[in-house]
């Protein structure tokens, strides 16, 4: 098509409406020209063609437009409605914001104005405060009367006397700020109150001192009156102490202490006001009733004296050889409590021991409690060095001074009635300890008690061992005579007793070094004594005394499985085995001499020559060796056997049961040897052998057993 992509030119005439075609715009109508299917000649229908349908479109844009007219007209109107309603919402905008501003400044004169209506109410409050701390200061004339002239032993006066109080501490602690402070009236006030502080002070002190003393004279005077007739009002402290203890009523308190509780806010008001006049009242108290204690723990331990079972015991040492045998220890029935001439039930002392620790701990704790109530000292309830503390202790101290003498007295006694009845204190000291340090109810002053009456014991139980010990290094025995030696067979009861004494108390560190230290210093000197043994004696005794002694050492501990001999009880174990197998190679080299002296030369020999050259020694040559086997045959060997196995039954004591362990260990030793020996005999001689074989041993052995056993 020759006008397709055909552009106008710049000489166009300016009517023509022709316009240039776009490269695109030639490419499409190419595209449409190339698919359709017209001819050339129809060229001239499509061009009217097309012209009408722009027309038409024409006309249809036209017709939209004028319908769209309406729809603008009515989009314009509501732009004009949202205009107006947007200038309203602007003007009811401002008119709230104008509201605002006149609430927040109206929120602000009233703040202001509770600003100063606050600070008038605290100036008055303040002013309030400081007139009533200054009408404080005025004291009225009856509380000066009481204060001054008051009656304190009546309940009635009393009172008056705790009210009064409150009421001078109140004008006392009175803190006047400024310079108010400094008027003439409130110093001429403040003299008059610190006058009526020291005269309150000084008749409070010494009437309460008064009354300690009046108290500790009247339960004095009823304490000695008591000892011959019934007891009228005051009760023994430490004998209430021991029936609190007796019942469990840990709580009980005795009549001394509940009539002076009647002074406690009196002595709390001096502890606050005056530090010197309270120092002296603790000091008052303990000097006033430390003689009432003293006559008291007396009398009591008196009276316990009285129910002690007097026993008479051995007193020579325990492991003595001259003390009691072994089945008398172990048969001695305990001593039972009796009735005395009075009806009163007797009790062992070790029980009377355990008793006063009960009674004394009794009459410590309630006494502590009282001292830190009555006296404002805080409670003991964890270690602790505060000087308040040790104040308590210190006070304790001097009240109960005498009593760890009468318990030291006690554990001497029991010393010398038992020597282990110290240990059995022991175990009861160190359960009070462990109470008083790892229990609720902590008492600096009952452990420190404590310790000191352990030191006692401690010092009796290791003079108790040193005893021991001393006499079992100084005893000489025979140990020909064989069988249990008696501080071995002693010694099982001495570990029974201890453990006894312990029972399944759960003991502390302390404690247990005690009992382990006491094992090892005994077990050591028993060991040491038993190897030393027979020293000038035939070598076959020595054996046979040990493995005896040990293998019993050894059954009867282990059987107790006590923790702190398992290494003594293992040891005694290696030595028995090592004693047997020495009996055992003794009795071989004894009874077959001939052919064990051959052998061991031949060993010797060997260490210096080689094997092949030993037959040509002339006292190990070939005619040598079967000179031995003819020497050594069968029944030389069963007679040897025999021999051995007799002198196995002959010495070894039949309580024991080793007959059969050692002739056991014996035919394994010689078996062992006889199997060497054959090696030798192989390795030193060509086509020669003994005429008996190491596996043919073992029949000659059950021979020789049946033949022994039967007789």
């Not at 001239?44 to 844009?61: C, F, I, P």
């Not at 108790?464 to 005579?481: S, W, Y």
């Not at 070598?539 to 293998?551: D, P, S, T």
């Amino acid at each position: 098509v020759p006008w397709v992509g055909r552009k106008t030119t710049g000489n166009m005439n300016a009517g023509d409406t022709s316009q240039v075609l776009l490269p695109s715009e030639e490419r499409d109508l190419s595209l449409l020209w190339g698919s359709s299917s017209l001819d050339v000649s129809d060229i001239d229908g499509l061009s009217d063609r097309l012209s009408k349908q722009l027309a038409n479109y024409e006309v249809e844009n036209i017709e939209g437009v004028i319908e769209s007219e309406v729809f603008v007209q009515d989009i314009l109107t509501l732009v004009e409605g949202a205009g107006t309603q947007l200038t309203e919402s602007s003007e009811w905008l401002n008119h709230y914001n104008l509201q605002l501003t006149h609430m927040r400044q109206y929120i602000e004169h009233i703040e202001a104005k509770n600003q100063r209506m606050e600070t008038i109410a605290g100036n008055e409050r303040a002013l309030l405060a400081e007139l009533q701390t200054m009408a404080s200061l005025d004291i009225s004339d009856q509380i000066k009367l009481v204060l001054l002239q008051g009656e304190l032993g009546t309940s009635s006066g009393l009172a008056a006397a705790n009210k009064a109080s409150i009421v001078l501490s109140r004008a006392i602690k009175a803190e006047i700020k400024g310079d108010l402070e400094d008027l003439l009236g409130v110093k001429e006030q403040r003299k008059i109150i610190d006058m009526l502080r020291t005269k309150f002070s000084e008749r409070v002190s010494q009437y309460i001192l008064r009354v300690f003393e009046k108290l500790a004279e009247d339960a004095l005077k009823d304490h000695e009156s008591a000892l011959g007739m019934k007891r009228n009002q005051w009760k023994s402290l430490i004998s209430i102490s021991l029936s609190v203890c007796r019942t469990g009523d840990l709580q009980e308190h005795t009549d001394l202490h509940a009539r002076l509780r009647g002074y406690l806010p009196l002595v709390h008001w001096i502890a606050e006001m005056d530090s010197q006049k309270f120092a002296m009242l603790m000091k008052s108290y303990s000097k006033a009733f430390r003689t009432l204690y003293k006559k008291e723990i007396k009398h009591f331990f008196a009276e316990l004296d009285k129910t002690i079972i007097k026993e008479q015991r051995d007193q020579k040492a325990f492991f003595s050889a001259t003390s009691k045998g072994v089945e008398e220890l172990s048969k001695a029935p305990p001593p039972s409590p009796a009735a005395s001439s009075k009806g009163m039930k007797r009790r062992t002392i070790d029980r009377i021991f355990r008793s006063a620790l009960g009674a004394a701990e009794a009459a410590v704790m309630s006494e502590q409690g009282f001292l830190c109530d009555f006296f404002l000292l805080p409670k003991q309830d964890k270690p602790s060095t505060s000087a308040l503390q040790s104040e308590v202790e210190g006070l304790l101290a001097e009240l109960f001074e005498g009593i760890v003498p009468y318990f030291n007295d006690l554990v001497e006694r029991a010393d010398k009635m038992d020597q282990f009845y110290p240990l059995a204190m022991l175990v009861d000291t160190d359960q009070y300890a462990s109470c008083h340090e790892e229990g609720p109810e902590y008492s600096s002053f009952m452990i420190k008690m404590l310790y000191e009456i352990q030191m006692t014991i401690k010092v009796l139980f290791n003079r108790f061992l040193d005893g021991q010990i001393e006499t079992i290094r100084a005893t000489q025995a025979h140990v020909k005579q064989c069988g249990l030696l008696p501080f071995i067979a002693k010694f099982p009861l001495f570990v029974d007793r201890v453990e006894g004494l312990r029972g399944d108390k759960t003991a502390r560190d302390a404690l247990v070094s005690v009992i382990d230290t006491a094992y090892h210093k005994v077990v050591m000197a028993l060991f040491s004594w038993l190897d030393s043994l027979g020293a000038s004696e035939h070598q076959k005794f020595r054996y046979i005394a040990r493995l005896e002694n040990y293998h019993h050492f050894g059954d009867e501990l282990g059987a107790r499985r006590v923790p702190a001999l398992d290494h003594y009880v293992k040891t005694a174990y290696e030595q028995f085995q090592t004693n047997m197998d020495n009996y055992a190679s003794y009795l071989i080299n004894r009874n077959f001499k001939p052919l064990c002296e051959f052998f061991r030369e031949i060993d010797a020999l060997l260490q210096t020559l080689p094997p092949e050259d030993i037959q040509f020694q002339s006292t190990h040559s070939n005619q040598a060796l079967a000179k031995l086997a003819d020497k050594a045959g069968p029944s030389f060997i069963e007679r040897g056997l025999a021999r051995a196995l007799k002198n196995i039954v002959k010495n070894l004591s039949p309580q024991e049961g080793l007959v059969p362990d050692v002739w056991a260990a014996l035919q394994q030793h010689f078996e062992d040897q006889y199997t060497h020996y054959e090696d030798l005999v192989a390795r030193c001689y060509k086509n020669q052998r003994l005429p008996l074989a190491a596996k043919d041993l073992g029949s000659i052995a059950r021979k020789v057993e049946e033949k022994i056993i039967k007789r």
